[in-house]
């Protein structure tokens, strides 16, 4: 079962580029990593860059029957949620169809592993398929509501973990690693949405589970209003639908009180950040063991917010992964169309570095980085081979800066050591 590929450069990522490199790999797991010698009998792929299996760290599968975002670029979020709120009121759409579409698309993509916020704990899918960590979501304003949104949750997180514990895990918790696809996290979905009531019981029940958390946290200059005075549109979205309480939020509040609770779970990752201040920033970087920042390049773009912060970011020593989030507000799955953004975005920004956000980044947010994220011997044989244009440069950092120019381009996909066959994955 052993097999060897030849790729003109390969990016383990963890390790400096090595051109002319070869990957061995042996039942699905990668032995080793190096360059080509003549004595090694090889599969030579020829002019590709040879990656590994991308992580998207944030997405709505359940948004994956959309052929287009909801609403306009530019629109603000809180019409967008209105829009939507009313998608999710149709009954016609399955969100296991919706999932299922996803997945595959995300596979075609490159994407090997996904963290997908989900509102139920549905794993069933059919191999070829990215290991998804699901984050089930949580809504609950009014004090009232906690106890209620709880008690659903812990049914859920019971239901879904029966079959997991008589597959053979021992918890949940980093069961991504050893299962395919059925991890569970739990998404306490925004400060808006979640009282500070109910997200410290989130977290407490996160943490006594092993479980990560992923939160929305300072999306909009809309959302930092309502947490500092308690009015705005999202007062307003609240009291439309029967869900504003006033006390729910304590007056003068600020993101930064959100990433405290959520640094109390053992892992966490803040979607978005789009308007955490530098003292927020550093605080999540102190707290990198645990919390990761999740950068949305595309989505980010189009809502038309301010500046990204992640030159802050980097600054702060921030772990910043990469999401597509959902087909809600971005045209496709594609996480190498979202370095292609970044690298556009912030040209200054080193492609060594862009690579690690979308891959290993990821992988450590997400708790599987002992098993995915990059080439390295001993973890899964998940790769991607992007086709380089003919007359590329020998500078590594260009090579990158043309993987990331090739976003469309026919990838072949390994996952577990297998190629997945390209149109088992689109039909
Ligand atoms: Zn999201």
Same mark, same amino acid.
């Given at each position: 079962?052993t097999s060897?590929?030849r790729?003109?450069?390969?990016?383990?990522?963890?390790r400096?580029?090595?051109?002319?490199?070869? =990957?061995?790999?042996?039942?699905?797991?990668?032995?080793e990593?190096?360059?080509?010698?003549?004595?090694t009998?090889?599969?030579?792929l020829?002019?590709v860059?040879?990656?590994?299996g991308?992580v998207?760290?944030?997405?709505?599968?359940?948004?994956?029957?959309?052929r287009n975002?909801l609403?306009?670029?530019?629109?603000?979020?809180v019409e967008?949620?209105?829009?939507?709120i009313?998608?999710?009121?149709?009954t016609?759409?399955?969100p296991?169809?919706?999932?299922?579409?996803? +997945?595959?698309e995300?596979?075609?993509? *490159?994407?090997?592993?996904?963290? !997908?916020?989900a509102?139920?704990?549905?794993?069933?899918?059919?191999?070829?398929?990215p !290991?998804?960590?699901?984050f089930l979501?949580?809504? *609950?304003?009014?004090?009232?509501?906690?106890?209620?949104?709880?008690?659903?949750?812990?049914?859920k997180?019971?239901a879904? &973990?029966?079959?997991?514990?008589a597959?053979?895990?021992?918890? &949940?918790? #980093?069961?991504?690693?050893v299962?395919t696809g059925?991890?569970?996290?739990?998404?306490?979905?925004a %400060?808006y949405?979640?009282?500070?009531?109910?997200l410290?019981?989130?977290?407490?029940?996160?943490?006594?589970r092993g479980? %990560?958390?992923a939160?929305?946290?300072?999306?909009?200059?809309?959302?930092?209003?309502?947490?500092?005075?308690g009015?705005g549109p999202?007062?307003? @979205?609240?009291e439309e639908?029967s869900m504003?309480?006033?006390?729910?939020?304590?007056?003068?509040?600020?993101s930064?009180?959100?990433?405290?609770? +959520?640094?109390?779970?053992?892992?966490?990752?803040v979607?978005?950040?789009?308007?955490?201040?530098?003292?927020?920033? /550093?605080f999540?970087g102190?707290?990198?063991?645990?919390?990761?920042?999740?950068?949305?390049p595309? &989505?980010?773009a189009?809502?038309?917010?301010d500046?990204? %912060? @992640?030159?802050?970011a980097?600054?702060?020593?921030?772990?910043?992964?990469l999401g597509?989030d959902?087909l809600a507000?971005?045209p496709?799955?594609? +996480?190498?169309?979202e370095?292609?953004q970044?690298?556009? &975005?912030?040209?200054?920004?080193?492609?060594f570095d862009t690579?690690?956000? $979308?891959?290993?980044a990821g992988?450590e /947010?997400?708790?599987?980085? !002992?098993?995915?994220?990059?080439?390295?011997p001993?973890? @899964?044989? #998940?790769?991607v081979? =992007?086709?380089?244009?003919?007359?590329?440069?020998?500078?590594?950092k260009? =090579?990158?800066?043309?993987?990331?120019a090739s976003?469309?381009a026919?990838?072949?996909v390994?996952?577990? $050591?297998?190629?997945?066959?390209?149109?088992?994955t689109?039909?």
């Amino acid at each position: 079962m052993t097999s060897t590929l030849r790729a003109r450069w390969v990016f383990p990522v963890d390790r400096a580029p090595i051109r002319d490199g070869v =990957v061995t790999i042996d039942y699905g797991r990668i032995t080793e990593v190096g360059k080509h010698t003549c004595s090694t009998a090889v599969e030579d792929l020829g002019e590709v860059a040879l990656l590994p299996g991308f992580v998207n760290a944030h997405t709505h599968l359940e948004f994956s029957h959309l052929r287009n975002p909801l609403g306009q670029s530019g629109m603000p979020l809180v019409e967008w949620i209105r829009l939507v709120i009313a998608e999710r009121g149709r009954t016609n759409t399955d969100p296991s169809a919706s999932i299922q579409l996803g +997945l595959r698309e995300s596979l075609a993509c *490159g994407i090997t592993t996904l963290g !997908d916020i989900a509102t139920s704990a549905w794993g069933g899918t059919r191999w070829p398929t990215p !290991d998804r960590l699901a984050f089930l979501e949580v809504i *609950g304003f009014s004090r009232a509501r906690a106890t209620s949104a709880l008690a659903a949750l812990i049914e859920k997180i019971d239901a879904a &973990t029966e079959p997991l514990l008589a597959a053979g895990a021992s918890s &949940t918790q #980093n069961a991504i690693s050893v299962l395919t696809g059925n991890a569970m996290g739990i998404s306490p979905h925004a %400060p808006y949405t979640v009282s500070p009531d109910l997200l410290n019981r989130l977290v407490e029940v996160a943490s006594r589970r092993g479980m %990560p958390l992923a939160m929305h946290v300072a999306e909009s200059r809309d959302e930092l209003a309502l947490l500092e005075c308690g009015g705005g549109p999202f007062r307003e @979205l609240l009291e439309e639908r029967s869900m504003w309480d006033p006390d729910a939020i304590p007056p003068n509040s600020r993101s930064g009180d959100y990433l405290q609770r +959520l640094a109390a779970a053992s892992r966490s990752l803040v979607i978005h950040g789009n308007y955490l201040t530098c003292d927020e920033l /550093a605080f999540v970087g102190e707290n990198r063991d645990r919390m990761t920042l999740v950068y949305c390049p595309r &989505t980010h773009a189009y809502f038309g917010h301010d500046r990204y %912060p @992640l030159e802050s970011a980097f600054h702060q020593g921030v772990r910043i992964a990469l999401g597509t989030d959902s087909l809600a507000s971005n045209p496709d799955l594609n +996480l190498l169309a979202e370095m292609a953004q970044l690298s556009t &975005t912030f040209p200054q920004v080193d492609p060594f570095d862009t690579l690690q956000m $979308g891959t290993l980044a990821g992988a450590e /947010a997400l708790g599987c980085a !002992d098993a995915v994220g990059s080439i390295s011997p001993g973890k @899964l044989a #998940n790769l991607v081979a =992007v086709p380089l244009p003919g007359g590329i440069a020998a500078e590594p950092k260009e =090579v990158l800066q043309a993987v990331y120019a090739s976003a469309y381009a026919h990838f072949r996909v390994w996952l577990r $050591g297998r190629e997945v066959d390209r149109v088992a994955t689109r039909t």
